[in-house]
């Protein structure tokens, strides 16, 4: 594993979970485009090699990142929910979208259901084939959860 690698998967330090939303990427490097780090407007996304590399300092959370990526693999983790509750923000098929309320079983990054979330928010994107969905579940799951499933 190269120190790339290793630093683009590190979770935000606990002190910024607990400050609210922050981009993690799953980009495994293969076809990456960079255009996660094009969308970012704050200078907390570089793309300097292989892989996107997160600043969480710089990192407001704003969720560009996650809308322009073409992959899905960008995410937004927010660990300010209190201490047993955690928010996932992620992109999704628009013909996957869920309506608000709905209940929804979190899924990390191979597919493999973790447990239940409940959808707090979700908008179709201005391209007509996307949405956006925030889902609220479980705090243990915040570093594995990378998806849903309706
Ligand atoms: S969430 Fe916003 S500020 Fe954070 S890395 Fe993504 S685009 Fe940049
Ligand atoms: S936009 Fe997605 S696929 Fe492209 S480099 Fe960023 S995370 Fe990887």
Excluded: W
């Amino acid at each position: 594993m190269d120190n790339a690698l290793k630093t683009d998967r590190r979770l935000p330090s606990p002190e910024r979970l607990l400050r609210g939303r922050a981009a993690v990427t799953a980009c495994p490097g293969q076809d990456s485009c960079g255009m996660c780090a094009m969308a970012c407007g704050f200078g907390a996304l570089k793309k300097p090699g292989r892989l996107p590399i997160v600043d969480h300092d710089k990192c407001i959370g704003c969720g560009a990142c996650v809308k322009a990526c073409p992959r899905f693999n960008m995410r937004l983790v927010d660990g300010s929910k209190g201490p047993d509750e955690c928010e996932i923000t992620v992109k999704c098929p628009l013909s996957a979208l869920p309506a608000d309320g709905e209940t929804v079983r979190a899924l990390d990054l191979s597919g493999a259901a973790l447990g239940e979330g409940r959808v707090v928010q979700s908008y179709p994107l201005p391209d007509g084939r996307h949405g956006m969905v925030r889902f609220r579940a479980e705090r243990a799951l915040l570093p594995y959860a990378a998806g849903f499933l309706k």
